[in-house]
């Protein structure tokens, strides 16, 4: 699991089936560096993943990657690569 912050949203014309009613949104992926300055920037390479929480633009959120990504959709075969899991309240680093 890795925490990235929303930067918009992804609109389909066709749809995948299993995906009728949820967002996808455009992650951008945030560095170890960046979080420990708690600047509010990402710095890793941007990803669509779907959303069924609500995240909302600048939030920071965790998400799956690879088949565990798909494992909300069981039993069906959605073609997924990211999912977000949870929306991030608040981290705390220790130096």
Same mark, same amino acid.
Request: proline letters at 4%.
């Given at each position: 699991?890795? @925490?990235?912050? /929303? ?10 089936? %299993? =995906?009728?009613?949820? +967002? ?22 941007? @990803?669509?993943? /779907? ?10 959120? %965790? =998400?799956?990657?690879? +088949? ?28």
């Amino acid at each position: 699991m890795r @925490l990235g912050i /929303v930067r918009g949203h992804v609109t389909l014309n066709l749809a995948v089936e %299993a =995906f009728r009613g949820k +967002r996808l949104v455009v992650l951008e992926p945030v560095t170890m560096e960046n979080l420990r300055a708690g600047n509010g920037m990402g710095g890793g390479k941007a @990803l669509v993943a /779907v959303d069924t929480l609500g995240a909302g633009e600048g939030q920071m959120v %965790a =998400f799956t990657e690879g +088949r565990e990504a798909a494992n909300p959709f069981w039993p069906d075969s959605v073609p997924i690569d990211a999912y977000c899991s949870l929306i991030v309240d608040a981290v705390n680093l220790k130096s």
